[in-house]
């Protein structure tokens, strides 16, 4: 006897494809029986764990046989110093896409629907219509976010915008002014989501810092992850910052210890690495600098970012030459489920190994 089991799960799960992650090195090396890769895929820190953090999860092994401190009061009481608002504004989750699922399951349902733009991180599709939730794809404007025709799309069941600045995988950001103009104009019963994943990277120039909005704008979430400067991806540990009416429905729903002991132990010291941080975002300003300069001079366009990655056109069929830099032991990330058929995404690495994937890009056209 069998069940089609599909056909138990929710209308908006039946269609739902997973969410593909950056191909792993050792996968790779399964795959092909090559070593000495590079992965320059999924957006993470190539400095490795922060030295202060490596020798604190070290010493607190032992406190793994105990449950986590489900309330994260060390970690929620930094978060706030650091960032200068009160710690009942927090929500803390098993990285920024965890409180992103949250908002979800808090407001959405089939009764609604949600607006994220063309070429926006993938996951709010994905969480958008497993929720059952009618979702608005918005063209892009410049590979980024259109925020005149993102308003233009608002329709009276509309309950969640999703925005990510800088936008993932494009690199696309937006200033102050142009963010301000728009909540101003989102109606007060519309959320806004401000995905900064990776704000830590942005200076030198105009840009929209969600946080010091959130006086101006009580609908208005902000998410944050440890996930990219501050090193912590396979920890996961991200947080949301809202008002604390938004905070306290939002805590209703999130799962008891969410956020592991280690990972609440490693981003509490973190964020008194500054020299970490620092050295984070030197090697991302000197990296950009170099790939921007190997891809010009390869002759390939790349769209301008401001993260921690680049998406360039291969001008060809970019599967192919994302296959052949997996023979030559580069590993980077195809966007085609983002609407960007021709582009590869590459994570910004340290200077050598950015300099393999130019090496191996070069290869290819010889």
């Known amino acids: 006897m069998s069940c089609d089991f599909l056909a138990l799960a929710k209308s908006g799960v039946q269609h ?17 029986g090559i070593t000495d890769i590079v992965k320059l895929a999924s957006n993470e820190n ?11 999860l ?8 105990r449950y986590p401190d489900g309330a994260a009061f060390e970690l929620r009481a930094k978060v706030a110093a650091t960032h200068g608002v009160a710690a009942e504004q927090l929500v803390f989750g098993n990285g920024s896409n965890d409180v992103l699922d949250l908002i979800g399951m808090c407001f959405l349902n089939p009764d609604v629907s949600a607006i994220y733009s063309d070429h926006a991180f993938v996951v709010y599709p994905l969480m958008v219509k497993a929720q059952g939730a ?7 404007k410049d590979w980024g976010h259109d925020l005149d025709a993102m308003l233009a799309a608002i329709e009276p069941d509309t309950r969640v915008i999703f925005i990510a600045n800088p936008n993932n995988p494009t690199g696309t950001w937006l200033g102050h002014a142009e963010i301000e103009r728009f ?13 900064e994943a990776y704000s830590e990277y942005i200076h030198g120039v105009d840009y929209a810092n969600g946080i010091a909005l959130l006086k101006q704008f009580d609908s208005l979430i902000v998410t944050r992850t440890f996930s990219k400067a501050y090193g912590l991806a396979g920890l996961r540990v991200g947080c949301s910052i ?18 592991n002991t280690l990972a609440q132990l490693a981003a509490t010291c973190v964020l008194d690495d500054s020299e970490y941080l620092q050295q984070s975002i030197a090697v991302n300003d000197a990296g950009r600098q170099q790939l921007e300069a190997g891809l010009s001079a390869l002759g390939y366009d790349f ?26 032991g580069v590993i980077v990330r195809p966007v085609g489920p983002y609407k960007m058929p021709g582009f590869l995404r590459v994570s910004i690495g340290l200077e050598a190994e950015n300099q393999r994937f130019l090496d191996a890009l070069t290869a290819l056209a010889d």
């Open 46 to 56: 190539p400095l490795g764990l922060s030295p202060k953090v490596k020798a604190l």
């Open 58 to 65: 070290s010493d607190n092994l032992d406190e793994l046989t």
């Open 134 to 140: 009618r979702a608005i794809e918005v063209p892009a």
């Open 16 to 32: 739902l494809m997973p969410y593909q992650p950056g191909k792993p090195i050792d996968e790779l090396e399964r795959e092909l």
């Open 183 to 195: 909540l101003i104009q989102v109606p007060d019963d519309v959320i806004v989501v401000l995905d």
């Open 242 to 259: 809202s008002s604390v009416a938004m905070a306290g429905i939002i805590n209703r729903v999130r799962a008891p210890f969410n956020v």
């Open 303 to 328: 769209i301008p970012s401001q993260g921690n990655f680049i998406s360039f056109d291969t001008r060809t069929d970019a599967n192919a030459v994302y296959q052949a830099l997996l023979e030559k």
